[in-house]
């Protein structure tokens, strides 16, 4: 059993239930604090559509993220964050990220908690202070890195979590990771055609890229998912591994926690659990994409927490840009 997080008792200035940035008693459906905006760690569960984006030409990036502390867990180490950016020359761009506290130290939901927060903040501003997506995206994850590790009391376990990050505007995109939470990118009118995009931070990985061992053994030895890289002050090399392309047609961007990819690995099985159907300009629709992600891993046991973030890339309306 988890040894409980720093955060799982309110502290004794803060009213049950209330927020703990402000002490307000009330939250949104997102779980978000109606009055400041603050999201707690460890909530059960709390969904987000982004916000719509004013007119703007060229490609149009929609995104969503759910998040559920699953069947198992007692609490829920997962978070995820993801806002609208305005760049310095005027452009929209998308930041989005995905952590997963880990388990078998004190703090994990609020270092998730924090990861995203800071990561998130430290992307608005790189982007409006004229940095491009890539080095948004390492000033990112070097935020997060530096925020988590000051989690850590003076005698202990340090607080630690996985990252996975974007930083997309239409037309290129930038994916960011330490640990086991993953990227991929999905095709759900053709399935065939997605692909992962990140590669584990853990021992399996670790051992097939090596040669050591075949993919099977590796992924059912006892230590397949022991992770070797994370954020925390403790942490071993945490340089975030960066990976960057041209976006040249519609798609959708997943990043998600194992407690969604332990249950559906393979990117076209997670492609074809969304609706080919459903209009990617749709918020509505891609909101319900996350959602599927989600529920797919609860309904296959839903051993862990499960956070999936969808981030679609569509043409603009009226056909601009491309």
């Not at 707690?40 to 982004?50: P, R």
């Not at 994370?230 to 194992?258: I, K, M, Q, Y």
């Amino acid at each position: 059993m988890p040894i409980e997080p720093v955060s799982a008792s309110p502290s004794p200035s803060v009213t049950p239930g209330a927020c703990s940035a402000c002490g307000e008693p009330t939250t949104g459906e997102d779980a978000r604090c109606t009055s400041c905006g603050h999201r707690a760690a460890g909530v059960d569960h709390a969904e987000e559509v982004l916000a719509a984006p004013g007119a703007v030409e060229g490609p149009v990036v929609l995104g969503a993220g759910v998040t559920d502390r699953g069947h198992k867990r007692r609490r829920n180490e997962d978070a995820f964050a993801l806002e609208r950016v305005t760049t310095a020359a005027g452009a929209a761009a998308v930041v989005a990220v995905v952590c997963d506290g880990v388990a078998s130290v004190p703090g994990g939901a609020t270092a998730s908690r924090t990861g995203c927060d800071v990561a998130v903040a430290a992307g608005q501003e790189a982007l409006a202070a004229g940095q491009d997506l890539d080095d948004a995206a390492a000033t990112m994850a070097e935020a997060a890195r530096r925020a988590v590790s000051a989690l850590a009391p003076g005698a202990g376990a340090a607080p630690a979590c996985t990252y996975v990050a974007a930083v997309l505007d239409g037309e290129r995109a930038v994916v960011t990771w330490v640990g086991d939470s993953r990227a991929y990118w999905l095709s759900p009118a053709t399935p065939e055609d997605s692909a992962a995009l990140t590669e584990d931070d853990s021992w399996a990985a670790e051992m097939v890229a090596a040669g050591i061992v075949g993919e099977d053994d590796a992924l059912s030895d006892p230590r397949a998912h022991v992770i070797t890289r994370w954020l925390a002050a403790d942490a071993p090399d945490v340089l975030a591994r960066h990976r960057s392309w041209e976006l040249d047609g519609s798609g959708t961007l997943l990043l998600c926690s194992d407690g969604v990819w332990n249950h559906l690995p393979d990117p076209a099985v997670l492609a074809a659990a969304l609706d080919a159907d459903a209009t990617p300009a749709d918020a509505d629709a891609v909101h319900a994409g996350a959602k599927a992600l989600v529920d797919a891993a609860l309904d296959e046991g839903g051993h862990d927490n499960a956070t999936a973030i969808l981030l679609a890339v569509t043409p603009a309306p009226g056909g601009g840009g491309g």
